[in-house]
């Protein structure tokens, strides 16, 4: 695999990531009251956002690295929007309440590191749209 391909594939990979560890709390977490509600609105953004966003990140890498949009432009757009989806990763999980994260039953407490796991999938899909970028332009 050439190297021209190999950074959108980073980048793909590092999106769905994403996007799957943003819903897994979703999917896994029973009642809890709003808990889960909370733990995504948790900080000035929440992290929903960016869940949605890496799906967007999967078609622009798909249609930059297939060469079914200009690729500077696909570029431009995957940089902007990982670094984005990076910032606000960070953001979240720095802002989260102790007490609304350690306040999970006990059968959930890998939710203390949850937070981090999104940031390191975040960082992955920053690497691969600088990557790309750099390739690129």
Do not use: N
């Not at 980073?10 to 560890?21: Q, R, S």
């Not at 992290?47 to 949009?69: H, K, M, P, W």
Request: glycine letters at 10%; charged letters at 10%.
């Amino acid at each position: 695999m050439d190297a021209e391909r190999l950074a959108p594939t980073v980048g793909i990979v590092g999106a769905l990531l994403l996007a799957l560890a943003v819903a897994i709390p979703a999917v896994t977490v029973e009642g809890g009251d709003g808990q889960v509600a909370a733990y995504y609105a948790a900080g000035p953004v929440g992290i929903s956002f960016v869940g949605l966003l890496a799906l967007l990140e999967t078609v622009v890498f798909l249609s930059g690295g297939q060469e079914r949009t200009d690729p500077a432009t696909a570029a431009g757009l995957a940089f902007v929007l990982s670094l984005s989806m990076l910032g606000i990763a960070a953001l979240w999980s720095f802002s989260i309440d102790q007490t609304l994260l350690f306040s999970f039953d006990q059968q959930y407490s890998w939710l203390s590191y949850h937070r981090w796991s999104v940031v390191a999938a975040a960082f992955v899909t920053f690497v691969g749209g600088a990557w790309y970028a750099s390739d690129v332009l």
